[in-house]
T-cell receptor
Framework: GIQVEQSPPDLILQEGANSTLRCNFS?????LQWFHQNPWGQLINLFY???GTKQNGRLSATTVATERYSLLYISSSQTTDSGVYFC??????????????FGRGTQLTVWP | DTAVSQTPKYLVTQMGNDKSIKCEQN?????MYWYKQDSKKFLKIMFS???????INETVPNRFSPKSPDKAHLNLHINSLELGDSAVYFC??????????????FGEGSRLTVL
């Protein structure tokens, strides 16, 4: 399978601060997604970003597929950003096709 | 309208019982999945169906049996429940694009507790 490593595992921020979450993966991929799991357990799609850069409001993501990493930027964090952020990838060959491999997540806590 | 919906959201049952979780998607996707999230929040694929055909069957006990009556539905039946089956089960769907899974969309999860 594909190994997905996320860092940091835990992050505590004051409201208004900026942060960068990192995702490294061990093989070439044709799919990379960032999810936010909110405190109610829902998995919310943030970005579908196998390569390049995307922005959505205060969030943006960059994937450099050739170097096997992706970054998620959160600016001006709010308490509602709290939760676990997951990176997940799908490979483009053999047994890695058709399945998302998840990282262990980054637990983000934003204090008012 | 909920894109991927699962029922029930919560399930508490005794060891040895049999239970089912149902999933429906209204996104017109052709591929559906079951993922399991353990107590440490690790998510791992269990099964994948494409147009009602089983594509992925991970190393899952054969007490777990998925069924896809049509490409909009994927149900999960679990026989002889064990304590270790307690977890959150997520259904997901995507539109297959050649060898690419496409973007996955998840349901809200079904929290199973086995006593």
């Amino acid at each position: 399978g594909i190994q997905v490593e996320q860092s940091p595992p835990d992050l505590i921020l004051q409201e208004g601060a900026n942060s960068t979450l990192r995702c490294n993966f061990s093989d070439s991929v044709n799919n990379l997604q960032w999810f936010h799991q909110n405190p109610w357990g829902q998995l919310i799609n943030l970005f579908y970003i196998p390569s390049g850069t995307k922005q959505n409001g205060r969030l943006s993501a960059t994937t450099v597929a050739t170097e096997r990493y992706s970054l998620l930027y959160i600016s001006s964090s709010q308490t509602t950003d709290s939760g676990v952020y997951f990176c997940a990838v799908s490979g483009n060959r053999g047994s890695t096709l058709g399945r998302l491999y998840f990282g262990r997540g980054t637990q983000l806590t934003v204090w008012p | 309208d909920t894109a991927v919906s699962q029922t029930p959201k919560y399930l508490v049952t005794q060891m040895g019982n049999d239970k089912s979780i149902k999933c429906e998607q209204n996104l017109g996707h052709d591929t559906m999945y079951w993922y399991k999230q353990d107590s440490k929040k690790f998510l791992k694929i269990m099964f994948s169906y494409n147009n009602k055909e089983l594509i992925i069957n991970e190393t899952v006990p054969n007490r777990f049996s998925p069924k896809s009556p049509d490409k909009a539905h994927l149900n999960l039946h679990i026989n002889s429940l064990e304590l270790g089956d307690s977890a959150v089960y997520f259904c997901a769907s995507s539109r297959q694009q050649g060898s690419n899974t496409g973007e996955l969309f998840f349901g809200e999860g079904s929290r199973l507790t086995v006593l």
